[in-house]
């Protein structure tokens, strides 16, 4: 069964970025047939997506949010990474990295981190 | 951009009752379509996918249609622990979510 840990700061500084890793356990990142994606939560609201990664290194991001997001992959710590720069207190959300299945057939993310409680304040 | 439109943002109804909530894209996404579950406190959990398909070890009462731009997800039997927030989610490229209904017992 895979499973899924963030980790990183939980505060960060307005202007800063803002570094968050997930390391993918139960399974190898590299194997392929996965997309890794990063969600967040503002406390009381919804559900927004960020990105993915596919372990090849491909990338798709949200539009709204593109212009400062990096999605990265580190098969070699079974890891992927989210950067998000210029962080303002909008900014302040729970993270969840999830994963989901990808061959012939596209699956939305059923594996998901516990989440991790970022705030951006000075 | 494809947006993805809930309705209605919160419902309270009795156990037993059955329960509909309704995503709306907009634009066609054949049947790229997954409900999601999420409990106060809790990680969201998927329900369904493809519109229709119950994730496994999901009760039965729960079930999903639609295709293209509208899509309904339905308890048919509402019971105590299904007090939750859902969600529908796009999953055809952008995974783009709905803004939520919350379910609450009357």
């Known amino acids: 069964q895979v499973q899924l840990q963030e980790s990183g700061p939980g505060l960060v500084k307005p202007s800063q970025t803002l570094s968050l890793t997930c390391t993918v356990s139960g399974g190898s990142i590299s194997s392929g047939g996965y997309y890794w994606s990063w969600i967040r939560q503002h406390p009381g609201k919804g559900l927004e997506w960020i990105g993915y990664?596919?372990?090849?290194?491909?990338?798709y991001y949200n539009p709204s949010l593109k212009s400062r997001v990096t999605i990265s992959v580190d098969t070699s710590k079974n890891q992927f990474s989210l950067k998000l720069s210029s962080v303002t207190a909008a900014d302040t959300a729970v993270y969840y990295c999830?994963?989901?299945?990808?061959?012939?057939?596209?699956?939305?993310?059923?594996?998901w981190g516990q989440g991790t409680l970022v705030t951006v304040s000075s | 951009d494809i947006q993805m439109t809930q309705s209605p943002s919160s419902l309270s109804a009795s156990v037993g009752d059955r329960v509909t909530i309704t995503c709306r894209a907009s634009q066609g996404i054949s049947n790229y379509l997954a409900w999601y579950q999420q409990k106060p406190g809790k990680v969201p959990k998927l329900l369904i996918y493809?519109?229709?398909t119950l994730q496994s070890g999901v009760p039965s009462r729960f079930s999903g249609s639609g295709s293209g731009t509208d899509f309904t997800l339905t308890i048919s039997s509402l019971q105590p622990e299904d007090v939750a927030t859902y969600y529908c989610?796009?999953?055809?490229?952008?995974?783009?979510f709905g803004g939520g209904t919350k379910v609450e017992i009357k």
């Open positions: 493809a519109a229709s």
């Open positions: 990664i596919y372990y090849s290194g491909s990338t």
């Open positions: 989610q796009k999953y055809n490229s952008a995974l783009t």
């Open positions: 999830a994963g989901g299945e990808k061959t012939t057939v596209t699956y939305p993310p059923d594996y």
